[in-house]
């Protein structure tokens, strides 16, 4: 079914977040602009109003939902909006689906388009989730493109929930905060991808609390910051039980682009085992000297290097 | 055919590495380089492939000197090479790497086609990162994969039975006497008897200078009988 209220650059942008090909299978929840252009409720799936009246919706997976995708894209297409929405799921036992929710912000004039989304996510015992996210900035203007989300995650025993983040460009300030308490036996996984270039910024803090015994959770963030720009990465793992915690930030920077890394690991059981991995420095060398023996320019050389990177 | 030309190459702090070499790696044949470490053969194959610059001296494809040239230039006219120690890339799979070096999309069956070759099983490798997840067998295989993906009238290999288990050095072997047979130009830096062998020429290296060159049939006695003496091939005398 055609989303018919969906304006062209809303459109556009659906495409690149979200997949969008003139239609979504499934449940789908479409904002724009602060306002919803579509809404779909499936049997499993159910999309209502959020209950405290705030802006935005709640998503409620029936419990043993399997393999449903439901779609929850943001879409900002002009300057002089400053979108705020809270989004809230309710994962049933055993449910296994996936989350689509894509943001596009666009401003073709010098007034600000900021999306900004406060989600929860509470995922019952034994739920696998995967939330897949891209972000995209575009539009000529001079107004500065922002997203700046929020997720709080609470997994129930046995539950997973694995966060897919892409960000790669046009994006001109970002600031991701995650926080989320682990019960036992759940598993959180994160793979974020980030490009900066110009004077953009973009800011990525995780706070991961592991209660449970033998939770887990593997933070990976892999980045590019080129021109001017800045990133910062802050991450605190805190182990309470038996468990394992490992988070990794690995960027690429160039130019006159400034990377900041601090991680923090709390242990509070000596069977909690905690790892971080941080690396940032330049392109290798020999990188590009083995991909020019294959017939690649530098330039082509470099843009392989961090195609493959960002993968 | 390559040609060096009184090749002289000298690190910055002065050491001479490459001394007046000059020599002539025939087309269409494989040529082993052989010598005792630090003689200079890595650097040779660098200076074939443009990843060193000559001090001073000429270097000739075909007749056609490219000194000059950069590696892209080199490797676009059809030279390749593959690392003594291959380079890893954290986020490349295998497929990308083979894929940049074909300079286009491959199918599974030639993916299967490249990987069977340097005894890889394609579907437990075509989306593995080449990054420090793989072995150092296993990224050797790959970087020569990455030669052999190319297909270029000369292809280099610096020590290609680094790191490669015996099972897999059999085929490595008839990978090389296969490319043989169909003409390609191949320079092999090498201290394994098996690939000397198959070799068609043979360069020892040592010190920087050309101890020896020739047909296998003649220059590998003398390397034999080095060995069993215990020190550096004297070798016979180039020209000779």
């Not at chain 1, 894209?73 to 989004?87: E, F, I, K």
């Not at chain 2, 380089?33 to 000559?54: D, E, S, W």
């Amino acid at each position: 079914m055609r989303i018919d209220a969906l304006n062209p650059v809303a459109e556009r942008l659906l495409k690149t977040v979200a997949g969008y090909q003139g239609e979504f299978k499934g449940a789908y929840n479409i904002r724009q602009d602060s306002g919803c252009a579509g809404r779909r409720s499936t049997d499993n799936i159910k999309i209502v109003p959020h209950r405290e009246g705030k802006p935005g919706i709640e998503v409620h997976v029936a419990p043993g939902t399997k393999g449903e995708t439901v779609f929850i894209p943001a879409t900002v297409t002009r300057g002089n909006v400053d979108d705020l929405t809270y989004n809230d799921f309710y994962i049933g036992e055993g449910a296994e689906v996936t989350i689509v929710a894509g943001c596009g912000v666009h401003t073709d004039d010098a007034g600000e388009a900021r999306h900004n989304g406060v989600h929860r996510f509470f995922i019952s015992r034994g739920a696998d989730v995967v939330y897949e996210e891209k972000h995209i900035g575009e539009g000529g203007g001079d107004g500065k493109r922002n997203i700046d989300p929020v997720s709080d995650v609470y997994l129930e025993e046995d539950a997973r929930l694995t966060i897919d983040t892409v960000q790669l460009g046009g994006v001109d300030h970002s600031d991701r905060v995650t926080t989320a308490a682990l019960k036992a036996r759940a598993r959180l996984v994160v793979r974020e991808r980030l490009l900066t270039s110009g004077e953009q910024t973009a800011t990525t803090r995780f706070d991961v609390v592991m209660e449970g015994e033998d939770s887990g959770c593997d933070l990976v963030s892999r980045s590019v910051a080129r021109g001017r720009s800045r990133q910062e990465f802050f991450s605190r793992v805190v182990g309470k039980a038996r468990c394992a915690g490992h988070s990794a930030c690995d960027a690429i920077v160039a130019d006159e682009a400034v990377v900041t890394a601090a991680p923090q690991l709390d242990a509070f059981s000596p069977d909690a085992a905690l790892i971080h991995e941080a690396a940032i420095g330049k392109i290798a060398g020999e990188q590009i000297l083995k991909l020019r023996t294959l017939g690649l320019t530098e330039e082509e050389a470099e843009a392989k290097i961090v195609e493959g990177f960002l993968r | 055919m390559i040609e060096l030309r009184n090749v002289n190459w000298t690190l910055p702090e002065g050491q001479e590495i490459i001394s007046d070499l000059s020599l002539a790696i025939p087309g269409g044949k494989l040529t082993v380089v052989t010598g005792p470490n630090g003689g200079g053969k890595t650097t040779l194959a660098k200076l074939i492939a443009g990843l060193v610059t000559p001090t001073s001296g000429q270097i000739l494809l075909d007749g056609r000197d490219i000194t000059g040239l950069d590696v892209t230039q080199r490797a676009r006219l059809g030279i390749s090479y593959g690392f003594q120690t291959p380079v890893r890339f954290k986020g490349l799979t295998v497929q990308g790497l083979l894929e940049a070096a074909a300079g286009r999309l491959l199918s599974f069956d030639e993916m299967c086609d490249l990987t069977g070759k340097v005894g890889l099983c394609t579907a437990d490798y075509v989306d593995r990162e080449v990054d420090a997840s793989l072995s150092g067998g296993e990224i050797k295989r790959v970087e020569i994969a990455s030669v052999l993906a190319r297909g270029t009238r000369v292809s280099i290999f610096d020590e290609p039975e680094a790191g490669i288990d015996m099972w897999s050095f059999n085929g490595l072997v008839e990978v090389f006497r296969s490319l043989k047979q169909q003409g390609m130009t191949m320079v092999v830096i090498s201290h394994q008897q098996r690939l000397i062998e198959i070799a068609d020429e043979i360069v020892v290296l040592s010190g920087g200078h050309l101890r020896d060159q020739g047909p296998r049939e003649l220059v590998m006695p003398g390397l034999l009988a080095g060995e069993i003496a215990g020190h550096c091939p004297v070798g016979r005398k180039v020209g000779a």
